[in-house]
């Protein structure tokens, strides 16, 4: 079995110290008794010069620490968040190089082959290691209840061979005065002032705000209202990867976006250029319970304001109220009471048994200015396991209870109930104590594949990253993996893909761009294109479309936030819309078109496919007004040239489409080859768009001369059996702006669609309004309508067809008006012909026509009296007269020898031909002489 645990290296310290106690008995006592503490886990062999660096936030001590520890040949420092380590080590690599920079953390580790400088988190600092400075950050967090006790194990046992400094803030003083009496100190006075606010909205908060919230709900829900307000904010979390929160402070730090929520890791040291801190609460929950915010960790979060020389601001937001004046007057003056006592944990451990190393972990402290530290989680998880039998039967010996107690050290970085965490903690002891002493591969590989997925929600990814941190801390155990350095790599690109994706999914989330880039909108400089698809681009992110003259705003915008961006387009595009308008001028009659509008019915005309103007009533039907759609872009000279242009591409546009219909219109009156109703006829056919029905023009029809019937055939008018029609008006396009100039006439709105010209014969929509069916160009036949040439065309060869009478009836007949049996019958009684079957056989022929009646028809109708049943008796008082029978007597047949046989033949063949044809070509024949 391999041994996994790193144990401190315990040296002593010179006694020379309690030579230079002042002689006081409580303080000789004190160090009597610190100085027995040492001796029992060690005291550094080297002793240089310790130093106490105090002072507020902004105030440089972490820069006059690193500038300390370069200015030595090796040096170490000891910083609270990984957040913060990784920041430093990026600095002093910088400066120093890969190979000279050493980056241990708990779940991280970059070791080159001869480091001299070491980056690590205060848990992590390898003490065994000698270096000329030692540093430790933050050292007023021995008073912090789960952390505490290893900073003041810090500040009694890390030292540096030449010099030591301990940072933070001015609260510590007394206690390490009482701890450390050969201590120097410096106060450090802070750079900038920092002044309260008071309340303010989260609307009127001011750019380059850090919001400051104390729960994961909290921050996103704050981090939504600033997207939908404020264009977006950055996410600082402590759960982040350092990759992640890299990029979130990237982000604000470029000024992509004004603004950042965190949590109060904020306050550990993280260097951001903030000029105003905003709690969003002043409580908060630190895994006990509910407890109020203390001053000094206030002014810890909001010392992050006022960077350097700059003056800063704090107060509040949403929810929380306004701060105690008291507690305000503290802050800004920095005056805070010091601390009472310090966290304190025994690191002289017995390692002999779990029973005594429990015994151990229970050590009064040695001094009174010393609490021993409440229950942690790695104390309550070393209880579980050592009530698990099987556990506790192997751990035998020194060595497996120093590797169960490392095991019980591994974070909770997932945050989960103490009893799975210590469940997970179990297998790994069990893994580690039997077999190689080391994790199975497959094992390991297993619960690693889990978490390798970039899919989810935030909740989903974070509780992933939680999960690898967990795996990348056991992977940097010294001793637990066959093969660390490919864990150790397996895991960080795992992490590395995570932060990635949970960075996208923070910024596609909180971060609108857009936005933030309209929320200056006030700047003159904004920088904005446009593309070939006429999307418009301001500082590279997308706004809206430019369709033809009017901008559109992106649809997923917000009502407020549309205004924005129009407002913003305005600036932008005035150069745009006078360029486009000198193009329009010069543009040819194929770039625009006419389509139908939605709005009331109305025609509209299109350019780029977008709408520039409604067509209304004009003078008459055929001269159509153009009206403008409303554009604020669109003014001044620029409408005017739009204006002219569609005028006269809407003239163009009826002259080439309607001319026929133009031409007749305007030569009517002037042509003398028109007669009196001929040029009436023409006058009904301009006003009906070149198609009118025979009814309505009778009396036209029957007073044109033959000549007046050939000039308007010139024209292109042809008279059908039942309509008179332009047969060139009734092609697609034409019938299509004959339709749509029809409409523009109408009084009364109507959603019907227009008949599609390319058809034979539609459904008629019982919905059409008066006179629909005849702008279209058909003829309602009953269920069906019919398209006038198509009518014509199908009365003419019925008719000829049936000169001889009915013919047998031809399916290709109905694939010519587009209908199957059930419609044809009604079109054929339209045009005067019928279906009747004759001897089995169905046939067309013509309705016969009605003889007129030669008596007058009564003015009075008769009273029709009811007979009696016939019982064969005269009635009383009428005289009857036998009826005559209507039954023909048989003629006798004549003898064939007989010379009236001859006579007989003769009066039928008379007969015969004397007989009247129906129809209207009748003639009766020639009789010829016998």
Request: aromatic residues 6%; charged residues 25%; glycine residues 8%.
């Given at each position: 079995?391999?041994?996994?645990?790193?144990?401190?290296?315990v040296?002593?310290?010179?006694?020379?110290?309690?030579?230079k106690?002042?002689a006081?008995?409580?303080?000789?006592?004190?160090m009597?008794?610190?100085?027995?503490?040492r001796?029992?886990?060690?005291?550094p062999?080297?002793q240089?010069?310790?130093?106490?660096?105090?002072g507020?936030?902004?105030?440089?001590?972490?820069?006059?620490a690193v500038?300390r520890?370069?200015g030595?040949?090796?040096?170490?420092?000891g910083?609270?968040l990984?957040?913060?380590a990784?920041?430093?080590?990026?600095r002093?690599?910088?400066?120093k190089?890969?190979?000279?920079?050493a980056?241990?953390?708990?779940?991280?580790k970059?070791?080159?082959?001869?480091p001299?400088?070491?980056?690590?988190?205060v848990?992590?600092?390898?003490?065994?290691?000698?270096?000329?400075?030692?540093?430790?950050?933050?050292?007023?967090?021995?008073?912090d209840?789960?952390?505490?006790?290893?900073?003041?194990?810090?500040l009694?046992?890390?030292?540096?061979?030449e010099e030591t400094?301990?940072?933070g803030?001015?609260?510590?003083?007394?206690?390490?005065q009482?701890?450390?009496?050969?201590?120097?100190?410096?106060?450090?006075?802070r750079?900038?002032?920092?002044?309260?606010?008071?309340?303010?909205?989260?609307?009127?908060?001011?750019?380059?705000?850090?919001?400051v919230?104390?729960?994961i709900?909290e921050?996103y829900?704050?981090?939504e209202?600033?997207?939908?307000?404020?264009?977006?904010?950055?996410?600082?979390?402590?759960a982040?990867?350092?990759a992640?929160?890299?990029?979130?402070v990237?982000?604000?730090?470029?000024?992509?976006?004004?603004?950042?929520?965190?949590?109060?890791?904020?306050g550990?040291g993280?260097?951001l250029?903030v000029?105003?801190?905003?709690?969003?609460?002043?409580t908060?929950?630190?895994?006990?319970?509910?407890?109020?915010?203390?001053?000094?960790?206030?002014?810890?979060?909001?010392?992050r304001a006022?960077r350097?020389?700059?003056?800063?601001t704090?107060?509040t937001?949403?929810?929380a109220?306004?701060?105690?004046p008291?507690?305000?007057?503290?802050?800004?003056?920095?005056?805070?009471?010091?601390?009472e006592?310090?966290?304190?944990?025994n690191a002289?451990?017995?390692?002999?048994s779990?029973?005594?190393?429990?015994?151990?972990l229970?050590v009064s402290?040695?001094a009174?200015?010393?609490?021993r530290t409440?229950e942690n989680?790695?104390l309550?998880?070393?209880?579980?396991?050592?009530?698990?039998?099987?556990?506790?039967?192997?751990?035998k010996g020194?060595?497996a209870?120093?590797?169960?107690?490392?095991?019980?050290r591994i974070?909770?970085?997932r945050?989960?109930?103490?009893?799975i965490?210590a469940r997970?903690?179990?297998g790994i002891?069990?893994?580690?104590?039997?077999?190689?002493?080391?994790?199975?591969?497959?094992?390991?590989?297993?619960?690693?594949?889990?978490?390798d997925?970039?899919?989810?929600?935030?909740?989903?990814?974070?509780?992933?990253?939680?999960?690898?941190?967990?795996?990348?801390?056991?992977a940097?155990?010294?001793?637990?993996?066959s093969?660390?350095?490919?864990?150790?790599?397996?895991?960080?690109?795992i992490?590395?893909?995570?932060?990635?994706?949970?960075?996208?999914?923070?910024?596609?989330?909180?971060?609108?761009?857009?936005?933030?880039?309209?929320?200056?909108?006030?700047?003159?400089?904004?920088?904005?294109?446009?593309?070939?698809d006429g999307?418009?681009?301001?500082?590279?992110?997308?706004?809206g479309?430019?369709?033809?003259?009017?901008?559109?705003p992106?649809?997923?915008a917000?009502?407020?936030?549309?205004?924005?961006?129009?407002?913003?387009?305005?600036?932008?595009?005035?150069?745009?819309?006078?360029a486009?308008?000198?193009?329009?001028v010069?543009a040819?009659?194929g770039?625009?078109?006419?389509?139908?509008?939605?709005?009331?019915?109305?025609p509209?005309?299109l350019?780029?496919?977008?709408?520039?103007?409604?067509?209304g009533?004009?003078?008459?039907i055929?001269?159509?007004?153009?009206?403008?759609?409303?554009?604020?872009l669109?003014?001044?000279?620029?409408?005017?040239?739009?204006?002219?242009?569609?005028?006269?591409?809407?003239?163009?546009?009826?002259?080439?489409?309607?001319?026929?219909?133009?031409?007749?219109?305007?030569?009517?009156?002037?042509?003398?080859?028109?007669?009196?109703?001929?040029?009436?006829?023409a006058?009904?056919?301009?006003?009906?768009?070149?198609?009118?029905?025979?009814?309505?023009?009778?009396?036209?029809?029957?007073?044109?001369?033959?000549?007046g019937?050939?000039a308007?055939?010139?024209?292109?008018v042809?008279?059908?059996e039942?309509?008179?029609?332009?047969?060139a008006?009734?092609k697609?396009?034409?019938?299509?702006?004959?339709?749509?100039?029809?409409?523009?006439?109408?009084?009364?709105?109507?959603?019907?669609?227009?008949?599609?010209?390319?058809?034979?014969?539609?459904?008629v929509?019982p919905?059409?309004?008066?006179?629909?069916?005849?702008?279209a160009?058909?003829?309602?036949?009953?269920?069906?309508?019919?398209?006038?040439?198509?009518?014509d065309r199908?009365a003419?060869?019925?008719?000829g067809?049936?000169?001889k009478?009915?013919?047998?009836?031809?399916?290709?007949?109905?694939s010519?008006?587009?209908?199957g049996?059930e419609?044809?019958?009604?079109?054929?009684t339209?045009?005067?012909?019928?279906?009747?079957?004759?001897?089995g056989?169905?046939?067309?022929?013509?309705?016969?026509r009605?003889?007129p009646?030669?008596?007058?028809?009564l003015?009075?109708?008769?009273?029709?009296?009811?007979?009696?049943?016939?019982?064969?008796?005269?009635a009383p008082?009428?005289?009857?007269?036998?009826?005559?029978?209507?039954?023909?007597?048989?003629?006798?047949?004549?003898?064939?020898?007989?010379?009236f046989?001859?006579l007989?033949?003769l009066?039928?063949?008379?007969v015969?031909?004397?007989?009247?044809?129906?129809g209207?070509?009748?003639?009766?024949?020639?009789?010829?002489s016998?």
């Amino acid at each position: 079995m391999s041994n996994a645990l790193t144990a401190f290296n315990v040296v002593q310290e010179p006694c020379s110290t309690l030579a230079k106690l002042p002689a006081k008995p409580d303080c000789y006592r004190h160090m009597v008794a610190v100085s027995d503490y040492r001796s029992k886990v060690g005291r550094p062999s080297r002793q240089g010069r310790v130093t106490a660096v105090l002072g507020p936030t902004n105030t440089g001590k972490t820069h006059l620490a690193v500038e300390r520890m370069l200015g030595h040949y090796s040096g170490m420092i000891g910083l609270p968040l990984r957040l913060l380590a990784r920041e430093v080590f990026d600095r002093v690599v910088a400066i120093k190089g890969k190979s000279s920079v050493a980056l241990i953390t708990g779940e991280e580790k970059i070791m080159p082959a001869h480091p001299v400088y070491f980056v690590c988190t205060v848990e992590a600092m390898p003490l065994d290691t000698p270096v000329a400075f030692l540093a430790v950050d933050e050292i007023q967090l021995c008073g912090d209840p789960d952390r505490g006790h290893v900073f003041t194990d810090r500040l009694l046992r890390a030292r540096g061979d030449e010099e030591t400094m301990f940072l933070g803030a001015d609260t510590i003083r007394s206690l390490i005065q009482y701890l450390l009496p050969d201590a120097e100190f410096i106060s450090r006075p802070r750079f900038s002032r920092l002044e309260y606010s008071g309340q303010r909205k989260l609307s009127r908060l001011p750019p380059r705000s850090a919001i400051v919230a104390f729960s994961i709900p909290e921050i996103y829900e704050t981090a939504e209202l600033i997207r939908r307000q404020r264009g977006g904010a950055a996410i600082v979390m402590g759960a982040l990867s350092p990759a992640t929160r890299n990029a979130q402070v990237a982000m604000y730090e470029s000024g992509e976006v004004d603004f950042i929520v965190a949590t109060d890791a904020i306050g550990m040291g993280l260097n951001l250029k903030v000029d105003h801190v905003a709690f969003m609460g002043l409580t908060k929950f630190d895994g006990h319970g509910v407890r109020e915010l203390y001053p000094a960790e206030i002014a810890q979060i909001a010392g992050r304001a006022g960077r350097h020389m700059n003056d800063g601001t704090f107060g509040t937001t949403g929810a929380a109220g306004q701060i105690n004046p008291d507690v305000v007057e503290q802050v800004t003056e920095h005056r805070f009471p010091q601390i009472e006592k310090l966290q304190w944990r025994n690191a002289a451990l017995d390692y002999g048994s779990i029973s005594g190393l429990l015994r151990s972990l229970q050590v009064s402290p040695p001094a009174d200015r010393l609490r021993r530290t409440r229950e942690n989680e790695d104390l309550y998880v070393l209880r579980t396991l050592s009530r698990d039998s099987r556990i506790f039967d192997q751990t035998k010996g020194p060595a497996a209870v120093r590797l169960l107690w490392d095991v019980c050290r591994i974070p909770d970085f997932r945050k989960t109930m103490p009893d799975i965490h210590a469940r997970l903690l179990g297998g790994i002891f069990n893994h580690l104590i039997t077999g190689d002493g080391v994790l199975p591969t497959d094992w390991l590989a297993r619960h690693i594949d889990r978490v390798d997925r970039v899919d989810g929600d935030l909740d989903t990814l974070q509780n992933r990253l939680a999960h690898v941190r967990t795996w990348n801390y056991v992977a940097n155990r010294p001793g637990w993996l066959s093969d660390p350095d490919h864990w150790r790599d397996r895991v960080r690109e795992i992490e590395d893909r995570l932060s990635n994706a949970l960075h996208t999914s923070l910024t596609q989330r909180f971060v609108d761009r857009r936005g933030s880039i309209l929320a200056r909108r006030n700047e003159t400089d904004l920088v904005a294109a446009i593309d070939s698809d006429g999307q418009v681009l301001v500082e590279g992110e997308y706004v809206g479309e430019l369709n033809g003259f009017s901008f559109v705003p992106d649809a997923d915008a917000e009502s407020e936030e549309q205004k924005n961006l129009v407002s913003a387009a305005r600036k932008v595009l005035a150069n745009e819309i006078i360029a486009r308008a000198g193009n329009f001028v010069q543009a040819k009659d194929g770039a625009f078109s006419l389509s139908s509008g939605t709005e009331s019915g109305r025609p509209v005309i299109l350019w780029q496919n977008s709408s520039l103007a409604r067509l209304g009533r004009g003078t008459d039907i055929l001269s159509p007004a153009i009206s403008l759609i409303p554009n604020e872009l669109l003014t001044g000279i620029a409408k005017t040239l739009v204006e002219e242009r569609l005028t006269l591409w809407l003239r163009d546009r009826i002259k080439q489409l309607l001319g026929p219909l133009l031409h007749l219109k305007q030569n009517a009156n002037r042509d003398p080859s028109l007669d009196a109703g001929a040029r009436g006829l023409a006058y009904q056919l301009s006003e009906h768009m070149g198609v009118v029905s025979r009814r309505v023009v009778a009396k036209q029809v029957n007073v044109v001369s033959r000549e007046g019937r050939r000039a308007l055939r010139g024209y292109g008018v042809r008279f059908a059996e039942h309509n008179l029609y332009m047969p060139a008006l009734l092609k697609a396009s034409p019938a299509k702006l004959r339709f749509d100039l029809w409409r523009l006439q109408q009084t009364e709105d109507s959603t019907v669609a227009m008949p599609n010209p390319a058809l034979m014969s539609v459904l008629v929509d019982p919905n059409a309004p008066e006179g629909f069916y005849d702008a279209a160009g058909f003829a309602p036949c009953g269920q069906r309508a019919v398209r006038i040439d198509i009518l014509d065309r199908l009365a003419r060869t019925l008719r000829g067809k049936s000169r001889k009478g009915p013919f047998p009836m031809d399916p290709a007949l109905m694939s010519t008006v587009g209908c199957g049996a059930e419609g044809f019958g009604e079109i054929l009684t339209k045009i005067g012909f019928r279906l009747v079957e004759i001897e089995g056989e169905i046939r067309i022929g013509p309705i016969p026509r009605k003889r007129p009646q030669t008596r007058k028809r009564l003015t009075q109708p008769i009273a029709l009296e009811k007979t009696a049943p016939h019982t064969g008796r005269k009635a009383p008082g009428r005289k009857t007269k036998p009826a005559k029978s209507t039954r023909r007597t048989p003629a006798k047949p004549i003898d064939a020898d007989s010379p009236f046989a001859v006579l007989q033949e003769l009066k039928t063949r008379l007969v015969k031909n004397n007989r009247p044809r129906r129809g209207r070509n009748a003639r009766p024949k020639k009789v010829r002489s016998a």
